[in-house]
Nanobody, 119 residues
Framework: QVQLVESGGGSVQAGGSLTLSCTAS????????MAWFRQAPGSQRETVAT???????KVAGSVKGRFTLSKDNAKNTLYLRMDNLKPEDTAKYYC??????????????WGQGTQVTVS
């Protein structure tokens, strides 16, 4: 069973910065991708940033230029550096990982989420 543990959320004023971390437990399965999602109250969950198995990162247009995704493979940890935060970035942020087992079956795993509040 894969576990994803997020940290780094909190309350910050507009224009401030936060860095979220997501550490995944080790797995013998192949990681397809890792990603950050967010969900504000009353809204659908949206993709914030992704990194694939080749290390290629993508960020959503709404956060491009402000958020930076990085991954430390040695620590199996995903980071989301968030700069110039805006009130509309307020949401619960979730880390996710998709793994492929030996039969090629892909399973998605989610963390518990960490709250980011921008005032």
């Amino acid at each position: 069973q894969v576990q994803l543990v997020e940290s780094g959320g909190g309350s910050v004023q507009a224009g401030g910065s936060l860095t979220l971390s997501c550490t995944a437990s080790q797995s013998t399965y192949r990681s397809i991708c890792m990603a950050w999602f967010r969900q504000a109250p009353g809204s659908q969950r949206e993709t914030v940033a992704t990194v694939d198995s080749n290390g290629v990162t993508k960020v959503a247009g709404s956060v491009k230029g402000r958020f930076t995704l990085s991954k430390d493979n040695a620590k199996n940890t995903l980071y989301l550096r968030m700069d110039n935060l805006k009130p509309e970035d307020t949401a619960k942020y979730y880390c996710a990982q998709m793994l492929s087992d030996n039969a090629g079956i892909v399973t998605g795993y989610w963390g518990q989420g960490t709250q980011v509040t921008v005032s």
